[in-house]
């Protein structure tokens, strides 16, 4: 769900290595089975297992956000971790990585549309709306974010306790910026650790 934070991850990787890894990383989601099975380019492949590293070290008992997620959100705190992580970056965008969120989301949506032709199956959805909503932007703003978690409890079964996600997030606003930031920058750092190692 956090295509932001994701992304980043990718783009550091790839401006400092040879790798192409943002595409696959993107759209991780949407690959399924064993990554030397699945149907891409080779050059491509590598960027599903950082995806999967990624969700591995954010879906650890330990995630910064878990204390406060886990009683009120059950099996969904991944979910609702992932997307105060991609708004917390998405406020905080220009103070953290010294750049324009918008600049940096159309090279992402851009780089990744390169790769149309390739599209996974019912991604092409999926883009339209992050392309035309501008959502890694949007995130920032919290009726926009709260209509995203209104749009996932439609989506997902028995998912309507997402609906109560931004109510959660006003309650302690504060606490959870501190502690999604933390996440954000340590399954950063440890992925990227574990995926240049492999």
């Known amino acids: 769900m956090n295509f932001l934070g994701h992304s980043l ?11 192409k ?11 399924k089975g064993l990554v030397n099975r699945i149907e891409l380019p080779e050059a491509l492949k590598k960027g599903i ?14 995630n910064y956000l878990n204390e406060l997620l886990v009683d009120k959100f059950g099996i969904f705190k991944g979910i609702v971790s992932d997307m105060f992580i991609d708004h917390f970056l998405s406020k905080n965008f220009n103070q953290l990585f010294n ?3 918008e600049i ?7 780089e990744v549309e390169k790769n ?3 599209f996974p199956k019912d991604f092409d959805r999926m883009f339209k709306w992050l392309n035309d909503r501008n959502v890694m932007s949007n995130y920032k703003d919290i009726d926009f974010l709260d209509r995203a978690f209104q749009g996932l409890a439609r989506n ?4 309507e306790i997402l609906n109560l996600a931004v109510t959660e997030l006003k309650k302690n606003y504060n606490l959870f ?7 954000f920058f340590y399954v950063k750092d440890k992925s990227i650790e574990e995926f240049l190692n492999k």
Do not use: C, M, V
């Open 99 to 101: 750049k324009d969120i």
């Open 156 to 159: 997902i079964r028995k998912g």
């Open 177 to 183: 910026e501190e502690k999604s930031i933390k996440e």
């Open 21 to 31: 890894t943002l595409y696959a990383n993107f759209t991780g989601d949407y690959y």
């Open 9 to 19: 991850i990718s783009l550091e990787i790839d401006e400092n290595t040879n790798k």
């Open 116 to 118: 149309r032709n390739i």
């Open 104 to 110: 940096i989301e159309k090279r992402i949506l851009d």
């Open 49 to 62: 297992t950082l995806h999967r590293t990624i969700d591995k070290i954010s879906d650890r008992k330990e």
